[in-house]
């Protein structure tokens, strides 16, 4: 089973609807974050969380909002979806204060907003 | 703040030749470097990173990369490509977080390498 795992992997929908992508993490990290990635773009960080109650907000959070319901668990939501936030996402892991830095992903979400 | 240059989206090289893929950055504190690489339908996957001592990395499917302070470069290479390696490739830098900065891994746009048989 996949340390990273998202769900749900593939989703179609319409403007103006909500949409909540979930992560669940087993390699029992600290941080979690949430990504974007767009052609030609690569990837760009939406918000990220160091635990439960502490919530920061990336490069590009207008339009998303995000929830930590536990250690393992961080969701994003798009409260009214809109066809330019059509991408990948990504949910991603790190271990902690201290560590190199280094990120583990998910499989991705790809989401299209018609 | 943060930031990576990758020169080039599309690479394209023959089966069995060289790979480089270039990357340059900035940052305002001591840098921690990363590739991933990310194939059709996948997530991304480190490939290598740099983090103190030795300036060239070596990482899997026989890739490495050598950190070079005074050009501000991580480029990456491979000796010999093989078909398997076709995929996108992104080099990152470490956000020096400190008080009000993100956290997490500054991504470059990606380059995506061509394997011609």
């Known amino acids: 089973d996949a340390d990273v795992t998202q769900t749900p992997r593939n989703r179609i929908t319409k403007t103006g609807k909500r949409i909540m992508l979930e992560c669940s993490q087993t390699?029992?990290?600290?941080?979690m974050y949430w990504y974007r990635q767009d052609p030609g773009l690569g990837l760009r960080l939406i918000y990220y969380?160091?635990?439960?109650?502490?919530?920061n907000k990336g490069e590009i959070s207008d339009g998303y909002s995000v929830s930590r319901q536990a250690q393992a668990k961080f969701s994003l939501s798009l409260e009214s979806a809109i066809p330019n936030q059509t991408a990948l996402y990504f949910c991603?892991?790190?271990?902690?204060?201290?560590?190199?830095?280094?990120?583990?992903f998910g499989e991705g979400s790809r989401l299209t907003v018609l | 703040a943060q930031s990576v240059t990758q020169l080039g989206s599309h690479v394209s090289v023959s089966e069995g030749a060289l790979v480089l893929l270039r990357c340059n950055y900035s940052?305002?504190?001591?840098?921690?470097l990363f590739w991933y690489v990310q194939y059709p339908n996948q997530g991304l996957q480190l490939l290598l990173k740099?983090?103190?001592?030795?300036?060239l990395v070596k990482g899997i499917n026989g890739f490495e990369a050598e950190f070079k302070k005074s050009e501000t470069s991580f480029h990456l290479t491979k000796p010999s490509a093989h078909m398997s390696d076709a995929a996108e490739y992104f080099c990152?830098?470490?956000?020096?977080?400190?008080?009000?900065?993100?956290?997490?891994?500054?991504f470059g746009k990606g380059t995506h390498l061509i394997i011609q048989p």
């Open positions: 991603a892991t790190q271990l902690g204060q201290g560590a190199t830095g280094e990120l583990f």
């Open positions: 969380s160091f635990d439960v109650k502490d919530i």
């Open positions: 740099y983090t103190t001592g030795a300036t």
């Open positions: 940052s305002s504190v001591p840098p921690y």
């Open positions: 390699k029992g990290h600290d941080r």
């Open positions: 990152a830098v470490k956000n020096g977080y400190s008080g009000g900065g993100a956290d997490g891994l500054t």
